[in-house]
């Protein structure tokens, strides 16, 4: 497609011995010293030259992904705004001009008056490159609104403070934040976390507005590296929540929202293995946790006596307990039985939960904005792989599901096109592993069909079977898209997690390649007919099962991937590593987890063998999967590998782990990788 050659990055001598072992990495220099500064002009030029590569392989394929960019965009309706929600004395809801990259913020009083814009993103990325909104928050009097802004990806916060009455800006100014913003109820101050220089945010402060950012007090710091503070407060409102922890274990305190200097009450000390998180009703702790089973349960507790503990609703081997939140006449449980999604109505007396029932055997379901403590209707969201997404509002006393808006798709949709199952795939260990597919009717079940593979893995993170525009244009082309629910997440509850994690990190690379043979012998697709793809520890995947099993895919997209595993746990100073070893081991002190990481880490296991074409991905800003983790493995491929499969790498310059921002950009992106797929499919008929 392209004259240029690829580029070939330069080797230069690096190694280092660990448990007896030593490790070479003669790419180890794409690491810039002065991270997370990147000014290395080496650096700096192997990027430089793998971007232009990469614009040299995707210019034919411009008129694609420009088809492609149109056809997304198209089901999107550019001027959406969402369902209003009342809070208080207002009624809440963003927005999106025709044309427009960023959304706006609104609100009206309730008793009836003007709309009033209250937050312009548009204004505020004006001349950026990068822009994502992150926390934002009323004061309780309704008057100020907490913003914070990142600009270049770092995941860096400023917090600024608005002043809804007249439209000004207050001085106060708070970079470096990492966190939610919280206010106290008097409305003159704020809790929020800062990241400190390792980009982990390990205290909770308190913000006086009007005084100097330097004398804000620290209310709680975390001397434990690898865990993390977190702030929230209850739905009840009552109380202000101070949180700590990391993948496997937390410890929570609480503060009055009228004093946040008071002693803080601990709920109940840190414990190696036990997560817990904390709601609030009339004096009573509503406190869900997975102390006794994996599937979690909910106990109460005096908030006077927060360490006694009485079971209320026991944990159960089918219902995966996911969250609790309270109301003032009620309480919701939300969970997953058989991997789909349950939404539980409870009285604070009474016997069993009322069960919402939806409509489709495999759907996603959840709670939506809900703000208000005293509510006699919640507001849900719902879609699945063929119903675009819906907003319900759930009338608690008649048990109506009321639909308050259905995603338009100006382009047009026809769901009768299409068909979804959920599969029931056998690993090689006998775990049944869940499938969600979706494809055209009139798809061939004969093996001569194409299909696009789509899993994450990690972290007890579940990828829902939803709903997806830029999906249909696979699907209208004649591709089946599929999501593998392999071990590492928790789609069949913490337990199927924890089977993916440490020392059975295996099971998830063999549930996926599992899952893709097993589409073979039922007929939907052949090897090589696959496009597989994943982000971050999604990535991680990729590499490995790339690794192992090549022959199988016919192109793969690997997104800020996760792939020189071994070198980023044996280094503690990069940001996320301490808290980090919780999920994949601890190889600076356990030889067995430096024996185990190194044995399927992707980097260190790419081998002289034809690997599938590529399209690899990176962030110069990503903290948290750094720049030159794709980068040095894109290097050791093209120099190892034995094919001349095309292999592109990627890098935004100016943006972090998620890509560019916006909603034009970033689907201008996406469309770039589904031409790439498409292009290595074979397919190129139109939509």
Known sequence: MTDQKPPVAATRPHSYDRHGVTITDPWNWLRDPNYPSVTDPDVLAYLAEENEYYEGVMAPLRPLADTLFAEMRGRIKEDDATVPQKDGAYLYWTDHETGGEYRR????????????????????????????????????????????????????????????????????????????????????????????????????????????????????????????????ETHSRKWLIISTGDHVTSEIRLLPTDNPLAEPILIAPRQTGREYDVEEHDGTLYIHTNDTHTNWRLVTASIDNPGEWVERIAPS?????????????????????????????????????????????????????????????????????????????????????????????????????????????????????????????????????????????????????????????????????????????????????????????????????????????????????????????????????????????????????????????????????????????????????FDLIRGYSPYDNVTAQNYPPMFISGGLNDPRVTYWEPAKWAAKLRATKTDDHVLVLKTNMGAGHGGKSGRWESLKEAAEENAFVLWQLGVTNAG
């Open 105 to 232: 913020w609104w609100r009206k009083p309730v008793a009836g008056g003007a709309d009033e814009l209250i937050l312009d993103e548009p204004k505020l990325a004006e001349g950026k490159e990068y822009f994502v909104l992150g926390g934002l928050s009323i004061s309780p009097d309704d008057r100020l609104l907490a913003y914070a802004i990142d600009d270049n990806g770092s995941e860096r916060f400023e917090v600024r403070i608005k002043d809804l009455t007249t439209g000004e800006l207050l001085p106060d100014i708070i970079p470096g934040v990492l966190s939610d913003l919280v206010w106290t109820s008097d409305s003159k101050g704020f809790l929020y976390g800062v990241a400190n220089e390792q980009w982990r945010t390990d205290n909770a402060r308190w913000h006086k507005l009007g005084e100097p950012v330097e004398s804000d007090v620290e209310l709680f710091h975390e001397d434990d590296e690898g865990y993390r503070v977190g702030v929230g």
């Open 317 to 593: 081997d089918h219902f995966y307990m996911t969250g609790v939140t309270t109301f003032a006449d009620f309480f919701i449980v939300e969970g997953r039985e058989d991997g789909l999604d349950q939404i539980e109505l409870h009285q604070y007396v009474g016997g069993l939960g009322k069960r919402i029932a939806f409509p489709e055997a495999s759907y996603v379901a959840s709670l939506g904005d809900n703000p208000e403590y005293a509510m006699d209707v919640l507001r849900i969201g719902y879609e699945s792989m063929v119903t675009p997404g819906t907003v319900y509002d759930y009338h608690v006393a008649s048990g109506e599901l009321e639909v308050r808006k259905v995603q338009t798709i100006p382009s047009g949709y026809e769901p009768d096109k299409y068909a979804t199952e959920r599969l029931k795939i056998a690993a090689r260990d006998g775990t049944e592993i869940p499938c969600s597919i979706v494809y055209p009717k009139d798809f061939p079940r004969d093996g001569t069909g194409k299909l696009y593979l789509y899993a994450y893995g990690a972290y007890g993170y579940a990828i829902p079977p939803g709903f997806s525009t830029a999906r249909m244009s696979f699907l209208d082309r004649g591709v089946a898209f599929a999501i593998a629910h392999i071990r590492g997440g928790d789609d069949l509850g913490q337990q199927w997690y924890h089977d993916g994690k440490l020392e059975k990190r295996a099971n998830t690379f063999n549930d996926f390649v599992d899952v893709a043979k097993g589409l073979i012998d039922r007929g939907f697709t052949h090897k090589g007919g696959i496009a597989i793809a994943g982000r971050s520890a999604g990535g991680e995947l990729m590499g490995a099962v790339i690794n192992s099993d090549p022959d199988l895919w016919g192109v793969v997209v690997a997104d800020v991937p996760f792939v020189d595993v071994l070198n980023t746990m044996l280094d503690d100073s990069l940001p996320l590593t301490p808290g980090e070893w919780p999920e994949w081991g601890n190889p600076i002190e356990d030889k067995a987890a």
